[in-house]
């Protein structure tokens, strides 16, 4: 049952990131700025796991470096903040089915990078190593498959979950390109952040300290983006409606207890298995996005 408890973990992980992808979506079409999102969100995930980090590992956690706390910094930066910030601009500019496409190459990239970085092996001439070129294949065609084939949608599942939204602005050649090139980065920098995690649970062991840690400074650094291009107070304020639900679900759940069950599974080296069941959950928000149209 051990062995198995990380696939169950992932299955929980990727229908909290779904649920969070059709949410966030539903609260931008009504007008939350993608940028006040992020800084929102970041923040309710340091509140959030702030008093169980205190009462579980404050006083067993090791000592901060100075070096350690760079990681943290530039861990933050570029696995969370922008990668964050580039997806929530990207969204805008292309369709959400590409969007939701572009996640399927995560696995791709983050076997690229584990093999970059020396964290993965394949052995071509092997069964298992057949198997794991076969999936990087797969995980392309679905990709492209899903991006560019324009199917029938499966309305007798999905017609109870019909959401009004408007026509993302991607419909001309230079703004689907630049929502392509935003979404890819944005992927890129979270495939390598989920490969580069292994070494820095290895440096911090603290889970749930090092989860609040890169929560909180991710948290200024996305208030660092967001003041400098969004200075409109109006933008900022939440009612009690869809885009106050989005910040707290995606700030509660997705960061607060999903992130920090990803930093879990990654502690056991099962980064691969976290990356490659994007793609069942891709299908279901991919097919979402379509009926939005």
Same mark, same amino acid.
């Given at each position: 049952?051990?062995?198995?408890? &990380?696939?169950?973990?992932?299955?929980?992980i990727q229908t909290i990131v779904c649920?969070?992808?059709?949410?966030?979506?539903?609260?931008? /079409?009504?007008?939350?700025?993608?940028?006040? *999102?992020?800084?929102?969100?970041?923040?309710? $995930?340091?509140?959030?796991?702030?008093?169980?980090?205190?009462?579980?590992?404050?006083?067993?956690? &090791?000592?901060?470096?100075?070096?350690?706390?760079?990681?943290?910094?530039?861990?933050? #930066?570029?696995?969370?903040?922008?990668?964050?910030? =580039?997806?929530?601009?990207?969204?805008?500019?292309?369709?959400?089915? #590409?969007?939701?496409?572009? !996640?399927?190459?995560?696995? $791709?990239?983050?076997?690229?990078?584990?093999? #970059?970085?020396?964290?993965?092996?394949?052995? @071509?001439?092997?069964?298992?190593?057949?198997?794991?070129?076969?999936?990087?294949?797969?995980? =392309?065609?679905?990709?492209?498959?899903?991006? *560019?084939?324009?199917?029938?949608?499966?309305? &007798?599942?999905?017609?109870?979950?019909?959401?009004?939204?408007?026509?993302?602005?991607?419909?001309?050649?230079?703004?689907? @390109?630049?929502?392509?090139?935003?979404?890819?980065? !944005?992927?890129?920098?979270?495939?390598?952040?989920?490969?580069?995690?292994?070494?820095?649970?290895?440096?911090?062991?603290?889970?749930?300290?090092?989860?609040?840690?890169?929560?909180?400074?991710?948290?200024?650094?996305?208030?660092?983006?967001?003041?400098?291009?969004?200075? /409109?107070?109006?933008?900022?304020? #939440?009612?009690?409606?869809?885009?106050?639900?989005?910040?707290?679900? $995606?700030?509660?759940?997705? =960061?607060?207890?999903?992130?920090?069950?990803?930093?879990?599974?990654?502690?056991?080296?099962?980064?691969?298995?976290?990356?490659?069941?994007?793609? /069942?959950?891709?299908?279901?928000?991919?097919?979402?996005?379509?009926?939005?149209?």
């Amino acid at each position: 049952m051990n062995s198995k408890k &990380p696939y169950l973990v992932v299955i929980l992980i990727q229908t909290i990131v779904c649920g969070y992808l059709l949410l966030s979506k539903v609260a931008f /079409d009504r007008g939350l700025n993608t940028f006040v *999102f992020t800084v929102y969100r970041q923040a309710a $995930a340091t509140l959030f796991l702030l008093p169980f980090s205190l009462i579980f590992e404050w006083k067993n956690a &090791p000592p901060l470096s100075f070096i350690t706390l760079c990681k943290i910094f530039l861990f933050s #930066l570029f696995g969370i903040t922008l990668s964050l910030n =580039m997806y929530g601009i990207g969204l805008n500019y292309a369709t959400p089915t #590409l969007a939701a496409a572009g !996640s399927n190459c995560v696995p $791709a990239i983050t076997f690229f990078f584990a093999l #970059l970085l020396r964290e993965e092996t394949v052995k @071509i001439g092997t069964i298992p190593g057949i198997v794991k070129v076969a999936g990087i294949v797969a995980c =392309m065609g679905g990709a492209l498959t899903l991006a *560019f084939y324009k199917g029938p949608h499966l309305r &007798p599942l999905f017609h109870l979950f019909k959401i009004k939204g408007h026509q993302a602005h991607g419909s001309n050649g230079k703004t689907w @390109i630049k929502g392509c090139f935003l979404l890819l980065t !944005s992927n890129t920098l979270y495939a390598l952040s989920l490969v580069l995690q292994v070494r820095l649970i290895k440096t911090y062991p603290a889970k749930l300290l090092l989860t609040n840690l890169l929560c909180f400074t991710s948290a200024i650094q996305s208030f660092a983006i967001a003041i400098a291009v969004e200075r /409109d107070s109006k933008e900022w304020k #939440l009612d009690w409606n869809v885009k106050l639900l989005a910040v707290a679900y $995606a700030g509660f759940v997705v =960061m607060g207890a999903a992130y920090y069950l990803q930093t879990w599974i990654i502690e056991k080296k099962a980064f691969w298995v976290e990356s490659c069941w994007l793609e /069942d959950f891709i299908v279901f928000c991919g097919e979402r996005a379509k009926n939005r149209r």
